[in-house]
């Protein structure tokens, strides 16, 4: 059984770095599309960075480009996100999805991904 738990949440001022990690179990890594997700109040879940192709393709979304950074430690079977310089607009509930690769591309958007985790807060305020 797929699960999956984010941690890592938290309050941080304009600029500062939080680093989320989810923790997967019930399959490996490499055989899933994984990534993270992000829905503010009011507002749609939104892609944010996801391990997208079997062949490695990352993508991540324009707004956070260059400031966060997804990888994963296959021993450990857990996904990251490093996320550095944030803003407030960065503020939402975190969630790490996963789906299989049925296909060599998963499109890094909530209707592709049937695996969620609980969530985890990021609220970024002065």
């Known amino acids: 059984q797929v699960q999956l738990v984010e941690s890592g949440g938290g309050l941080v001022q304009p600029g500062g770095s939080l680093r989320l990690s989810c923790a997967a179990s019930g399959f490996r890594l490499d055989t899933h599309a994984i990534g993270w997700f992000r829905q503010a109040p009011g507002r749609d879940r939104e892609g944010v960075s996801c391990f997208s192709g079997s062949d490695g393709t990352i993508y991540y979304r324009d707004s956070v480009k260059g400031r966060f950074t997804i990888s994963r430690d296959k021993a450990e079977n857990t996904v990251y996100l490093q996320m550095i310089n944030l803003k407030p607009e960065d503020t939402g509930v975190y969630y790490c999805?996963?789906?299989?690769?049925?296909?060599?591309?998963?499109?890094?958007?909530?209707?592709?991904?049937?695996?969620w985790g609980q969530g985890t807060q990021v609220t970024v305020s002065s």
């Open positions: 999805a996963a789906e299989p690769y049925y296909s060599d591309y998963v499109r890094c958007a909530r209707p592709f991904f049937g695996s």
